[in-house]
């Protein structure tokens, strides 16, 4: 059974760090790619960032460039996104995703697996 499980979402104040963890069980992570998604109150989902099955190639939304950095650890089935600079506007929940497919990596429900989210509030 895949699972993924994402941890690390709390509050923190406008400019500071969060980093999210997401943690695969079930699959081979080395041949997954893998997304970050956030979803704010009222909103619809939308892409963040991903990463390829190796690393070598990453992709972000521009509203999140020069801030966050996705990251693996295949060794350790794991995906982090380091998350500076936060801004109130970065609260959402984020779930974490994984797909054998990179070509539709903003698309959320083209992912094969999905994780249940984690909370992230950034307050002003």
Do not use: H
């Not at 054998?100 to 249940?116: F, H, I, V």
């Amino acid at each position: 059974q895949v699972r993924l499980v994402e941890s690390g979402g709390g509050s923190v104040q406008a400019g500071g760090s969060l980093r999210l963890s997401c943690a695969a069980s079930g699959l081979t992570s080395s041949t997954y790619n893998m997304g970050w998604f956030r979803q704010a109150p009222g909103k619809e989902r939308e892409f963040v960032a991903a990463i390829s099955w190796s690393g070598s190639t990453k992709f972000y939304a521009d509203s999140v460039k020069e801030r966050f950095t996705i990251s693996r650890d295949n060794a350790k089935n794991m995906v982090y996104l380091q998350m500076n600079s936060l801004k109130p506007e970065d609260t959402a929940v984020y779930y974490c995703a994984a797909d054998t497919r990179l070509s539709r990596y903003k698309e959320y429900a083209s992912y094969d697996y999905r994780g249940q989210g984690t909370q992230v509030t950034v307050s002003s």
